[in-house]
């Protein structure tokens, strides 16, 4: 399994336990906990409404690709540790991070 903790807009905690080899995205996993994403493209780093901040574990994960960067870039609200959860696939990097969701609510 692997453990990861989401942050919602209140600043509530939950840690979430997801199978391992899932192949899934971290908005997709959002998405099917109830968490209010609205994730408007549905995975292709086009609307930044997924934008999470990672509170713990960014240097584990893998490089932002050009087209997330330059999404994060229009972005008023982005900090250098921010990431869109669409692009971040549940896999070992995630594991042990904290993730405060920052896009846009449903």
Not at 13 to 41: F, H, W
Not at 56 to 74: I, S
Request: glycine fraction near 8%; include cysteine; hydrophobic fraction near 40%.
């Amino acid at each position: 399994m692997i453990q990861f903790t989401i942050e919602d807009r209140d600043g509530e905690r939950q840690t979430l336990e997801i199978p391992e080899g899932i192949n899934l995205s971290l908005m997709e996993v959002l998405k099917a906990s109830d968490y209010n994403i609205l994730a408007t493209c549905g995975g292709m780093a086009l609307c930044a409404t997924c934008h999470v901040q990672v509170l713990e574990g960014f240097d584990a994960l893998p490089p932002a690709r050009d087209a997330e960067l330059d999404m994060l870039d229009t972005l008023p609200d982005a900090d250098p540790d921010s990431r869109l959860a669409c692009q971040l696939r549940v896999d070992e990097s995630l594991e042990g991070g904290i993730f405060k969701i920052r896009g846009e609510e449903q």
